[in-house]
Structures are given as structure tokens and as C-alpha cells.
């Protein structure tokens, strides 16, 4: 038994034994044979990069590490650097590419590239291609002879491989935290702007005898994948920082995925006006769920220019406050409808349909004379934005932008409302229509209060219909507004007070002279009110709408500008009644002191004698 134990412990020492001088022959074989490898690996390497590229591109590395026993590799001091001269060349031929770029980094990891495959079948194929912490400079501009070119090369890159290799393949490239740095040179000046923790995978890249005709495929890649986490960055005028979370996108789906996105001001409503010394409109946007459908993402690569069939954003709200207390900044606005702003971005940008979902809308102002903060809400917005885009005149198909909204005034009264905007229209022509369902008129305090000095004490909305054309210059159009019961009281700032206080006799003369209280009336006329309202040129687009639709409902309750002289008028008259009275009272008052007076003084005469 022990003998047979002793032997059994032989066998192993000397199987171990041989494992171990096994394994040592294969990794001084290993080592040998990468040494040998290196020099010609070093060459097939720069020379492959020269010939798949037109010698635009040529590779610098400082060293090369190989592992035949576990097939990873890997490229220390790296840098993909692009001749000038071969560019310039290029461009004469009318060959070059838009986009060329500088790339740099400390290491690229080679791993599995699979020996036997290329030395039996001279096949290089690669599991993955491991880039970390890269600095990318790509460097934009546009050529003609570009235009419409498909996302495939111009000659297969099989003509420069076929004689080495029958096929290059390598399953994924990753490239993490990429600096990404984007040069615009199209314009006078190069604009720049740069990405930080970027990250970058390149899908199932082949170069076959048939990979290049493969239409399944971008630049002869199955997939790209682009994801980016935790991205802020500051607008140029310092007000605002951008702020993106979790951006993925995937060219297999041609989907565009963002968590969030917000515009963030740097300072409190109070405070951003005062920073600029004067008022002016302060936006916060946060905006969640949001994606973008059907991405031509060689286009975008090849002339930045973004093309989607369709772009969802649901959850969010957009708040815009100005503070009117502060003095205004004379500018004209002439010019910066939504439409118009669209056509003066840099870069086409098309998107069939724009989908809106559960967005919050609110414009706040302060008012000077209530020293208060007045709010009009649109909760719960909903709907669909077509045809937005600002792709040239002579080739769009459709000249409209519309627009089709669901929303809730005050978050109380259903408002159905419809843009329609003319993209070929130089004076800014665009109209709005929409309808107001049944609500408490009382909902509209919020507003009418701090920025009309108005409280509603009663008023039931039962619809509310208007019809606007309007353009750079003025908005004219029709408004149907039925209501019933509608009182109100007139209110004023007193010195000391931090409320409003109401003011009786002005709010009697009000109701009694100027408002009707019923629409339609007793007699069952329904009163339209013809809109014309003409742009001050400083104006915003949402004041002009306001204060367009806040004339319809001005002429449609009463208050019209004879109505209003008249009460003045009749204003007027009661101060000067007033001021005759307390005249009258003064002097009456005059008279009985100097009596008084003239009595004290005879009898102390008397009490004299």
C-alpha cells in the first residue's frame, strides 16, 4: 500500500514537473517568437494604416508589447497623426473626406487576435481593441464634391489588405473617456468646442472581399454605439450651464436616448436681472425622457447636419421669468419668432415630428406697481410639432411648421390651441387659433392680481375661441368669449402695505359702468371682439401673443377705449366733486376756528374791564 502511494506521488511530481517545463518552452517559445514577431508586426502595422487610409493617416507608436501564449497585445505612446500635405492633395482630386482628425493616447490594448486563425488562414481577427483615455481633434470642413455621398469608402479597403491578409476583422473597439475636442473650419474664424468622458464602441468592423458593398453597414461597422454620462458645460454669456445625463445612441436603431436635460440659470430670478442692470427674460428648462428616432448619423458625421423622423420629450417643465422692475434694454426682436430662430442655426436640422408630453409651461413677471410676482401657467402640455426644420427654401417640400397643443390654463381650464408657421416668410408671418374650455375665472387671480391690479370676485369661462394672423408687425384676428356672472375689484398699492388693497369706489363704477357681466347678454347677442394689436418692436413673441389675446378679452368683457375714457371722464368729475367738497370743507372749517378765535378774545377783554 505505502509502495503503491510512493509511486502514485512520483507520477505526479514528474507530471507537475513536466506542466512546468512544459509551460516554460511555451512562454520562452512565446517570448522568442514575439520578438521576433515585433519588427514585423511594428511594419505590417504602420503600412496597413497607410494603405487603408491614402496614405492620409500614418501611426507613431514609442512601444509594443506581445503575448503569442495569451494573444493580447498592446501600443504604448500612440498617435494617429494626419498628413497635411496628402489632405491638400486630396482635395485637388477631389478625394478628401470632411472630417479629418488627430488622435492620441498612452495605450492600445490588443486582445485575442487569434495566431492560429492568421497563420493558418491569414485572417487577423481581434476580439477587442481597448482604447482608454484618448484625446480626439476632429477638424470639419465641407467640400461639394461631398454632397450626398454614400457612408461607404470610395475604394475597398480589401484592395489594400488582399495581398497579406484574406481578412481583417475585429469585434469590438472600445474607446473610453475620450476627450473630444470639434473644430468647425467652414466659416471666417474656426469655432471650436470639446466633450469630456465620452465613450465610444465600434461594432463587428470587417474588411472582406464583400464588407464594402455590404449596405447593412457604416463605414464598414455593424454598430456604433456613443454614450455619454454627467455632461455640463457653460453657455459663452456665462447666465446658464447646460447640463446632459446618460445621452445613448445606437446607429442599429438609429435611436438618440437623453435622461435629462437642463438649462440651468447661474443666478435667482431676482438677482439675473440685476446682474445685467437690466430686465430681462431668465428661462430654467429641465427636461427628462428624451429621444430622437430614425438619426442619419453618416450625414451628421459627414456635414453635421442632424436629420431624425421623429424626437419624443416627455416630462418637464419650462419656466421664463422677467423682472419688469428693472429698466428695459431697448433692443429690437424684430426677427426672433421660433421659426425665425430655427433658420439662423448653424447646421441643417431637419425633424419630421416633434412629440410633446406632461411639459409644465409658465411665464412670471414683477410687476413695478404691485411690487408683486404675477404667473400664467399651461400644466400637463401635450401634442405635436411638424416639419421642424430650416433645410433652404428652394429644396423644402413643405413651407409650414404647425403646431397641435393640448394643455391646462392654470392647470384648470382644457385649451386646445394650433400654430401654423410660414419657414419661406420673410416678415415672420405665423398664425394661432385655439379654444378655451369651461374653468373658475377666479384661477386667473394669479395673473390678473400682481400684473393688471384686477381680482376677479366671480366669473364662470364657458369658452373661449380666437382666431390670430400675425407677423413681425402687428396680430389681427376674432375672439369668441362666453362667460357669465363676471365681478371684479379694482385694486391699488398703498405706501406701507405689502398687500393690495381694493378700491371701493372705483371697482362700483367698474362693474356698474363698464363691464358685462354676462356674454352673451340678456338679450342672448353674443359680443366679438376684433383683434389688432400692433408689435412694439422690443417685444417677445410671448408677450406679443399675450398681450394680443389680453386685447380680445379687454373688448370682449366691456373694457373698450371708449368705455375707459368714459369712466375716466367720469372719474375725473368725482375728484373734482371730491376736491370741491374738501375745498368747501376748509374753508368752513377756516371760518369757525377765526370765530372760535374772535370769541376767546372778546371775553378775555371783558375779563380785562
Do not use: C
Not at 492 to 513: C, I, P
Amino acid at each position: 500500500m505505502i509502495e503503491k502511494l510512493r509511486k502514485h506521488k512520483k507520477i505526479l511530481i514528474r507530471t507537475a514537473a513536466g506542466l512546468v517545463l512544459l509551460l516554460l518552452i511555451m512562454g520562452l517559445t512565446s517570448r522568442y517568437l514575439a520578438f521576433k514577431f515585433k519588427p514585423l508586426v511594428k511594419a505590417q502595422i504602420k503600412e496597413l494604416v497607410l494603405k487603408t487610409t491614402d496614405s492620409l493617416y500614418h501611426i507613431e507608436f514609442t512601444g509594443i508589447r506581445m503575448n503569442l501564449l495569451t494573444a493580447n497585445a498592446s501600443l504604448t505612446g500612440v498617435k494617429v497623426i494626419p498628413d497635411l500635405r496628402i489632405f491638400k492633395k486630396l482635395i485637388a482630386l477631389k478625394k478628401a473626406p470632411n472630417n479629418i482628425y488627430h488622435l492620441e493616447l498612452e495605450k492600445i490594448e490588443i486582445r485575442n487576435f487569434h495566431l492560429y486563425t492568421f497563420l493558418r488562414y491569414r485572417k487577423l481577427n481581434i476580439s477587442e481593441l481597448r482604447l482608454d483615455h484618448p484625446d480626439v481633434v476632429m477638424v470639419n470642413q465641407q467640400f461639394d464634391f461631398n454632397e450626398d455621398k454614400a457612408p461607404m469608402p470610395n475604394t475597398s479597403p480589401y484592395d489594400y489588405i488582399s495581398e497579406y491578409l484574406k481578412e481583417f476583422a475585429i469585434n469590438t473597439v472600445n474607446f473610453n473617456n475620450i476627450s473630444f475636442k470639434y473644430i468647425n473650419n467652414n466659416g471666417v474664424k474656426p469655432q471650436a468646442d470639446s466633450v469630456q468622458n465620452l465613450n465610444i464602441t465600434l461594432k463587428d468592423y470587417l474588411i472582406d472581399p464583400h464588407s464594402s458593398l455590404d449596405k447593412s453597414r457604416m463605414y464598414l461597422l455593424k454598430n456604433v454605439v456613443i454614450k455619454l454620462n454627467n455632461y455640463t458645460f457653460a453657455t459663452p454669456d456665462s447666465l446658464y450651464h447646460i447640463s446632459l445625463n446618460q445621452l445613448d445612441f445606437a446607429t442599429s436603431t438609429g435611436k438618440l436616448n437623453i435622461k435629462s436635460l437642463g438649462v440651468i440659470p447661474r443666478y435667482s430670478e431676482m438677482e439675473f436681472g440685476k446682474t445685467l442692470g437690466y430686465a430681462k427674460d431668465r428661462y430654467h428648462i429641465q427636461l427628462s425622457d428624451l429621444s430622437l428616432e430614425g438619426i442619419n448619423l453618416p450625414l451628421y458625421i459627414l456635414k453635421q447636419e442632424l436629420m431624425a423622423k421623429e424626437m419624443t420629450v416627455a416630462n418637464g417643465s419650462i419656466k421664463v421669468f422677467n423682472n419688469k422692475a428693472l429698466p428695459p434694454l431697448i433692443r429690437e426682436k424684430i426677427g426672433r419668432f421660433p421659426h425665425q430662430l430655427l433658420q439662423r442655426v448653424n447646421g441643417k436640422l431637419s425633424i419630421q415630428k416633434l412629440n410633446l408630453s406632461n411639459i409644465g409651461v409658465s411665464y412670471a413677471e414683477y410687476d413695478t406697481d404691485s411690487q408683486q410676482k404675477g404667473t400664467i401657467t399651461f400644466e400637463n402640455t401635450s401634442g405635436s410639432f411638424s416639419n421642424v426644420t430650416n433645410v433652404p427654401k428652394d429644396k423644402a417640400k413643405n413651407p409650414w411648421m404647425t403646431a397641435n397643443l393640448t394643455t391646462y390654463l392654470m392647470g384648470r381650464g382644457k385649451l386646445d390651441v394650433n400654430f401654423k408657421f410660414n419657414l419661406d416668410a420673410k416678415d415672420g408671418a405665423f398664425s394661432y387659433s385655439g379654444v378655451l374650455g369651461p374653468m373658475d375665472g377666479r384661477a386667473l387671480n394669479r395673473i390678473t392680481r400682481p400684473l393688471g391690479m384686477i381680482a376677479i370676485k366671480s366669473g364662470e369661462v364657458k369658452r373661449l375661441e380666437f382666431q390670430v394672423d400675425a407677423n413681425d408687425r402687428e396680430a389681427n384676428g376674432l375672439m369668441k368669449f362666453e362667460y357669465s356672472e363676471l365681478s371684479v375689484n379694482l385694486l391699488k398699492k398703498e405706501a406701507g402695505e405689502s398687500r393690495l388693497v381694493r378700491q371701493g369706489w372705483m371697482s362700483f363704477l367698474a362693474n356698474a359702468m363698464i363691464l358685462n357681466p354676462n356674454n352673451p347678454g340678456k338679450d342672448g347677442k353674443l359680443v366679438t371682439a376684433k383683434i389688432h394689436e400692433e408689435r412694439a418692436k422690443s417685444a417677445s413673441f410671448f408677450s406679443f401673443i399675450w398681450k394680443s389675446l389680453f386685447l380680445g378679452i379687454k373688448h370682449s368683457v366691456g373694457v373698450t377705449e371708449e368705455k375707459e375714457q368714459k369712466i375716466k371722464t367720469q372719474i375725473a368729475t368725482f375728484e373734482q366733486i371730491k376736491l370741491d367738497r374738501e375745498a368747501r370743507q376748509a374753508r368752513r372749517e377756516k371760518r369757525r376756528l377765526l370765530r372760535e378765535r374772535l370769541q376767546r378774545e372778546r371775553l378775555k377783554a371783558r375779563k380785562g374791564h
